[in-house]
């Protein structure tokens, strides 16, 4: 099972910026499409991002035109640039082999390779 380690979250205001970072085992991100999430308290994980093996990228609505998928092959990274950032933005951030946006609740609900996370906090 593919291992990741997430981290860059931390305590910003209102329009300010992060990047997140996801550190996996050699040439997952070749291998797998891979996406980001976050779970806020009292609501289910969601998908916001993927980019699959070719480095095609898609988004969530909630986060388009703000945040950008990337990887790093070189360095097994994927990254979460993301850029005016909202209060409702505020979660716990995930990385993992799976599709983002487009894997439905269910499978995000049985998929138990997830990482400790990094959380994000946006204060108004």
């Known amino acids: 099972q593919v291992q990741v380690t997430e981290s860059g979250g931390g305590s910003v205001q209102s329009g300010g910026s992060l990047t997140l970072s996801c550190l996996a085992s050699?040439?997952?991100?070749?291998?797998?499409?891979m996406g980001w999430f976050r779970q806020s308290p009292g609501k289910e994980r969601e998908g916001i991002a993927a980019?699959?093996?070719?480095?095609?990228?898609t988004y969530a609505e909630s986060v388009k035109g703000r945040f950008t998928i990337s990887v790093d092959n070189a360095k097994n990274t994927l990254y979460l640039q993301m850029n005016s950032l909202k209060p409702e933005d505020s979660a716990m951030y995930y990385c993992?082999?799976?599709?983002?946006?487009?894997?439905?609740?269910?499978?995000?609900?049985?998929?138990?390779?997830w990482g400790p996370g990094t959380r994000v906090t946006v204060s108004s």
């Open positions: 993992a082999p799976l599709c983002g946006h487009h894997v439905p609740a269910s499978a995000l609900n049985e998929y138990d390779g």
């Open positions: 980019i699959d093996g070719g480095g095609a990228t």
């Open positions: 050699p040439n997952t991100y070749t291998t797998y499409c």
